[in-house]
């Protein structure tokens, strides 16, 4: 159903009373007299929850004057032209019981109108407004009125005599240690200052539930400028341009109230020491997320597009990427960020490497190493690009390193290394948790090693295996399933082993093992079928268990319909035909070679 345009508001409320020193200034001398000479009241209702017994069930019935039970004046009535509106507003509160959040009351009439209508079934109210903190009569009066008019709904109330800020920092405390924390309707109708509305409305948020009505009245009141400070809208205006993605606008520009539904979680955003459950809460609460890492070149980017995605789809925690790169093109950089899925909160840095940075080989692979003092975090998740995640990285990321500087799983194809780097054990490179403090520390040396092992067999892998040697802690293979359908399920003494049953049935972190686009030697070996490869090289990864989940992810990123495209199919003709030619160049060299001899 649409939404009814709204009415505009027929009067302004008078400048009310947002100090009670303010309020005691435009306070009559009799009505000051009083408040001097009287002790203000306590509060009866103040704190609880006011169930009021049957027999105090009054039937609404505001439109007899003979009947009028509640004690409204006339002439402050700001509410009544949004009832039809409001009315058609309540098809979006779900629960059968809504808990609803007003903050600014006056006498009641927003609040008995909830009460009577959206709580018909159930439900309840809190009410939040300063009555002057009970030092002016005028205040007392409110008060008295607004409890006597609450009463009379026989629904539940509360009323905090409060300024806004405070009560509602009370509320969020109170909220915390509730099963089912949170209000369904907010109706924000306090302060006319912008910082205090702007105040309200962010502390309101966190009070209000997924799918809560939140409205904010006086969006164009006429007592002051609106571009003032003083004035509403420009507090609406800045929490609508902060959270501007996280509600549906359900009224227009040009209407007197803002109304908004809410199309986030909940986050009450803090803790009190007492209220720490776990750690998990804790964390949720510190508001740290996971750092991961990749480097990425042009070939690599539409792997790093599925890691991207992968991840963020099975990891609870907020991630941020950093995507670490020379030169990465534009258009690249914004198909990485949009394979984030939409409504994740991942979040997607590139990282620029300077061309004078880290003095490592050149090859993308280095750049690991090359990335240690430029990413902007204490720890990271390093992950290959040519992975896919299938389960949620925070287990991983909350890994205790027990001092040492890496984390990282053995690798399947050289458990105790080969004749470049012969020791055991071997681990891969293509997952490594890195304390980054730490790695920085002994930057100086891994630099001078990696330049003296540029030539080495597996590159950087073994320039990191000889410098992190005693510093490493074992991951669990199944956060790097390495060589899964092919060299994986070759049998060879020291891979006997390793625990490799885990990782193939369910892998957490599949990593693609292998060349992107196999040479003719690859292809042929017969130790070695079938053969590895990238799911996105000419030859796809035959025999890969996971190589049809890697294209399902493929296909919701922006490189969605490449696995059928002519580009592709052009490009995989082409590495066919260039492995051919460099396998007959490397087979007519060794045959010369071999002749020569
Ligand atoms: C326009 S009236 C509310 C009218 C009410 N919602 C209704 O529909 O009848 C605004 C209220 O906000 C209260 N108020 C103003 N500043 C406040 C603050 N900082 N904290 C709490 N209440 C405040 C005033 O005391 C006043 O009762």
Redesign the pocket.
Known sequence: MAVQPFIHKRCA?PC???SPLRAIYRMTQIEVAAAISKPPPRVAHSQQFIQPSTDRLIPMSPSSSEQQPYLFTETQD??SFNTDTWRGLFQHVSSPEPRVL?????????AVFLLTELCKAGGEIVC????DLMNTAAGRE?HRKLTHNLTLTGKPFRVLAE??VPALMTLLVEEMARAQPGFDWV?V???HEAD?TFLDGELAWRLARKSAVMIF?DYHWDKEPEDSVHHPKRGIDAFLALHKDEYTLLSSETQYQVVLQKTVDMRIGFLVSEKVGSRGELESALGYGVNVALTVDADYAIAAAVAIRSAALHTTARITFYIVSRSLPDEVKEKLKCSVPTGSSATVVFVELPEDGVPVPREVTWTKIAMLPYLPVERVLYLDADVLVRADLKELWDTDLQGKAIAAAMDVGYPSGHDGVNRSPYFNAGVLLIDLAAARKKLDSLVTLAADMSGSKLKDQDALNVHFADDWLPLDLAWNAQGLGTYAAHCTPERAALKLDGMSTDPKVVHFTGPLHPSMADVLNPFVQPYGGKPWGYAGAPGHPFGEEWWAVCEDTPWKGWRSSGEYRELRARKVEEAIQAGAMTFRQRLAEALEA
Request: proline share 4%; glycine share 10%.
């Open positions: 409320p009310l009373s947002d700001w509410f007003e903050i600014g009351c006056w006498e009641g009439r927003s939040i407004d300063h009555f409110r300024f806004s109706y109708d306090g302060s205090d009245d």
